[in-house]
C-alpha cells in the first residue's frame, strides 16, 4: 500500500509538470492571439484542445491532493507517538495545495482573458463593411 504522504509527493510532481505546461501553453495563446499566425500546436491539436485537457488534468490533481491531505489528517490523529515531522510535512502540502491552486486560477483567468479578447476582436471585424460597400449603400 503507498503511503499517503508519498503519493502525494507524486501528485505534487505531477501538478507542477502540468501548471508549467499550462503556463507555457498560455503564453503560446498569448503569443498566437497578438501575433494572429494560427490556433495550432506543433503536433495539429488547437491550443484550446491542449488548454481543455490540461485544465482538466490539473483540476483532477488538485482534487487528487486535497483528498489526500484530509486522509493524512486522519491518518496523523491517529498516530500514536511523535507527530511533529507529519504536521510539518502535512502543512507543506497544504501550502502547496493553496500555491498551486492560486497559480492554476491566475493562468487560467489569463487564458479566458486571452480569449475574450480574441473573440471581441474577431466579432468588430466580422461587423466592419469594406469601404466601397459603404460608399454603395450611401450612394442608393
Do not use: W
Amino acid at each position: 500500500k503507498i503511503r499517503t504522504m508519498d503519493l502525494m509527493r507524486k501528485i505534487e510532481a505531477t501538478l507542477q509538470e502540468k501548471l508549467q505546461a499550462y503556463s507555457l501553453l498560455s503564453k503560446r495563446i498569448e503569443k498566437n492571439n497578438y501575433s494572429r499566425n494560427s490556433d495550432y500546436d506543433i503536433e495539429g491539436n488547437t491550443d484550446q484542445n491542449t488548454e481543455i485537457g490540461l485544465s482538466n488534468d490539473i483540476d483532477h490533481l488538485l482534487s487528487q491532493l486535497s483528498d489526500c491531505i484530509k486522509a493524512s489528517e486522519i491518518e496523523v490523529l491517529r498516530k500514536v507517538g511523535p507527530k511533529t515531522m507529519d504536521n510539518i510535512k502535512l502543512q507543506r502540502a497544504k501550502d502547496v495545495l493553496f500555491d498551486y491552486t492560486n497559480e492554476f486560477k491566475i493562468t487560467k483567468d489569463e487564458i479566458q482573458k486571452i480569449r475574450d479578447s480574441d473573440e471581441l476582436f474577431r466579432g468588430r471585424k466580422s461587423n466592419i463593411k469594406p469601404i466601397n460597400e459603404i460608399e454603395h449603400q450611401t450612394h442608393q
